[in-house]
């Protein structure tokens, strides 16, 4: 495709295309155009919140780049840099500086790019320093130097963070907030020649700061761990589409000890526990915390100095928790006594969590079961069904070789792997332990072929612990000098419990069955419950115990959720699932049945559903009878392909061709269809002598007369 560079418009028109609105401007929050980030942005504005002002560049700006990156960058450079004449206009004639942030429609923790402090020059430094004081400019500039020169230019992070560890300990300091003036100027300069020994230079100017940091994060949509996140089965994005961009006005978490930065879980991500779950940094940026680099506090250590601000982001958690009726994850900092909202969007949280987050939002009132269900995947219920979570057994009484934060639950032993080039190649062979000081964007493939993950430094909302988190993969976070220590013993083995933070080497630890997980039986027990939802549930006598029917909850991947639960509670050769008012549908990609059959037929994105079926075929429902009626178009012969036995009411001639031996016919239907009988007996004819035979029921069949036609009156 071309890439000239030129002025996209609006098609049509010549009216300028401008991708961009005001934070809180937007009519929509949909996150498929802000983004997931901005969304959560714009809607917090909308509540009243604080959040600082700013603009998101919608997700549609990096497609264009993607296609056309010489005419997107132009065009999407003109709009940001008058959206960003328009925020100086409204703080007060000041050029501020602005955080630069990814955010994809899903989120992707930590695999997309973002930098800090973007828009501090030669001729904003001595503005910032009089108005903060020198020690913050040049911690602002060191800041910029390290997040563009990793970011922007490319450069390896970890001669950065060596000249940071080589400043602590020549001040014999334990955090980057402690450092002197003289010694963030000194560190500055060295960040300095390190571009210079690169052949680089950091841009002077406000407007090329922006536009490349604004291109960088585009880009990264394509780095190799974003594109292997999106593709992992648990996440399953779509490589189409791309990030928005959202800059915003900086608010300084480094500005002095009345400030600090912050991630706040409303509850528990690991255990679904409704509580403050998070962690704060005193005198520190975002960017120190989620890195993972250094070991934060826990959240609740804000109630020492911060007790009106810890107050304050308390409340403002609860009202977005029951806007939303789910987990949030808050970013947040403080700025000289001012609490300010960086961020709001759903928690990643382990499948323990997940379940019992959907069980007790019910009991509060604030989602009905039917909505608690949908809310659960099919993953989710096969992992906590077909795996009882485990612990330590009690009468273990052998001591752990170390101890850290218990960051996403699961025991597991493994052999040590030391960099996520070895975990990779390992993990083909045996379980591995990725065990790393703190991990980076580029450990993501290391992380996934782990079972286990355990870090040096690092909170419980840092990169290593979310991802764990989000790929239910056991994580232990800052368990400092644990790499001597492995050192030093040299084992073969190595266990962890991610739900205590301890660590065993080379030690066989007994585990025993908690039992079954109480809310995943919970929403299992409901899934039978009558509801305010219409459904039916038909008590039989004989080897085939229960009609069920799946249908009652909202939304076509809730009635295959509800089928697949209802899988669990007797052998599937007793069960039949009815699935009655499921309605037409069809795959995107088959809508051409519409032109075919003369049906009008709602086409959806079903792949989910589609994987689903599948796997409840596999292991579950192999033999079941699925009633459907109404017109059933590729899930029949689907259904049928993977072994199920189907009944269907015929509607559409696709219903006659995916049929499995029984169906029901009304006789408008015959005449609709097939124009008289005689020429629904020779498409019957065909059928038997394709080796596909059907019968009919005609006129239309009660559910008691189907059952007993399909299976007998033994039934």
């Known amino acids: 495709m071309a890439t000239k560079s030129c002025i996209i418009t609006k098609h049509g028109t010549d009216q300028a295309w401008d991708p961009v609105s005001r934070i809180g401007g937007s009519e929509t929050s949909d996150p498929a155009v802000l983004g997931c980030k901005g969304a959560g942005l714009n809607a917090m504005v909308k509540l009243g919140l604080p959040v600082p002002d700013g603009y998101t560049i919608h997700t549609e700006a990096c497609t264009a780049y993607q296609l056309n990156p010489k005419g997107a960058y132009q065009t999407v ?11 100086k206009t409204r ?8 955080s630069v942030r990814s955010g994809a429609e899903k989120s992707m923790p930590g695999m997309l790019s973002s930098i800090l402090n973007v828009g501090l020059t030669s001729k904003t430094f001595p503005k910032l320093a009089k108005r903060f004081g020198a020690k913050v400019a040049f911690d602002c500039k060191r800041r910029l130097l390290q997040s563009y020169g990793v970011v922007v230019l490319g450069m390896e992070s970890t001669r950065f963070e060596q000249e940071m560890l080589i400043g602590r300990q020549a001040e014999e300091v334990e955090t980057d907030g402690e450092l002197s003036a003289k010694m963030l100027e000194h560190l500055s300069i060295k960040f300095e020649k390190l571009f210079t020994s690169h052949g680089h230079t950091l841009p002077d100017t406000i407007a090329e700061q922006l536009t490349t940091s604004i291109r960088a994060v585009f880009e990264s949509w394509d780095n190799p761990e974003a594109i292997l996140w999106r593709a992992m089965p648990e996440n399953n994005i779509s490589d189409d589409g791309g990030t ?10 480094n500005l002095n000890d009345n400030s600090g930065t912050g991630v706040l879980f409303t509850r528990d991500p690991a255990t679904g526990q409704r509580m403050a779950f998070g962690e704060w940094m005193q005198n520190a940026q975002g960017e120190d915390l989620v890195a993972g680099v250094r070991t934060p506090q826990p959240i609740a250590d804000m109630m020492k100095s911060f007790k009106h601000q810890f107050s304050e982001l308390l409340h403002r958690a609860d009202k977005l928790e029951k806007t939303y009726r789910d987990l949030r994850d808050i970013e947040f900092t403080v700025e000289d006594g001012k609490l300010w909202l960086l961020q709001d969007r759903a928690g990643k949280r382990s499948d323990e969590a997940s379940a019992r987050i959907a069980v007790e939002l019910v009991e509060e009132g604030e989602l009905t079961k039917a909505e608690a269900i949908g809310r659960v995947s099919v993953a989710t219920v096969a992992a906590l069904r077909g795996t009882q979570k485990e612990i330590v057994s009690p009468d273990w009484t052998h001591p752990a070789a170390a101890q850290g934060l218990p960051a996403s639950p699961g025991i597991v032993t493994g052999r040590i792997a030391m960099t996520s080039a070895q975990a990779v190649e390992m993990a083909k062979t045996w379980p591995v332990i990725l065990v790393r000081n703190h991990t980076e964007t580029s450990d993501i493939a290391g992380i996934e072929a782990a079972v286990g993950v355990l870090t040096e430094t690092g909170g419980v ?14 994580c232990i976070v800052g368990c400092e000098g644990v790499g001597t220590v492995i050192a030093l013993a040299n084992p073969v083995l190595i266990t962890l ?13 007994p585990v025993e069955s908690k039992g079954a997980d109480p809310h995943v039986e919970r929403l ?19 080897p085939r115990q229960r009609v069920m029917c799946a249908a009652w909850l909202s939304d076509l991947n809730g009635r295959i959720r509800s089928l697949y639960l209802l899988s669990y509670v007797a052998d599937p050769e007793t069960v039949i699932f009815d699935l009655s008012g499921a309605g037409r549908f069809v795959r995107e990609e088959d809508a ?16 989910e559903m589609h994987s689903e079926i599948n796997e409840l075929a596999n292991h579950h429902g192999r033999g079941a009878m699925v009633y459907l009626p109404g017109a059933l178009t590729v899930r029949g012969l689907e259904l049928k392909q993977a072994g199920y036995k189907v009944a269907l009411e015929v509607t559409t001639m696709a219903d006659v061709f995916g049929a499995d031996g029984l ?13 008289n009988h005689a020429a629904l007996q020779r498409t019957l004819a065909m059928m038997k002598n394709t080796g596909t035979p059907v019968e009919i029921l005609q006129p239309a069949t009660s559910e008691a007369e189907i059952i007993e036609k399909f299976f007998g009156k033994e039934a």
């Open 77 to 87: 450079g003109i709009a940001a840099k008058k959206a960003y004449r328009e925020l």
């Open 497 to 509: 419990d991610g739900s205590t933070g301890k660590i065993w080497f080379d030690a066989q630890v």
């Open 91 to 98: 703080n007060g004639g000041v050029a501020p500086m602005v």
């Open 663 to 675: 169906i029901t016919v009304e006789e408008e239907t015959i005449e609709k269809l097939f124009g």
């Open 461 to 474: 909302t840092c990169h290593a612990a979310v991802c764990s988190r989000a790929l239910n993969t056991a």
């Open 524 to 542: 299992i027990q409901w899934a039978f419950e009558d509801t305010d939802t219409p459904r039916q549930t038909t008590e039989l006598t004989g």
């Open 592 to 607: 051409g049945l519409t032109t075919m059959f003369g049906e009008d037929v709602q086409a959806i994105d079903d792949s």
């Open 244 to 253: 928005a961009v959202n800059v915003q006005t900086m608010v300084f978490g």
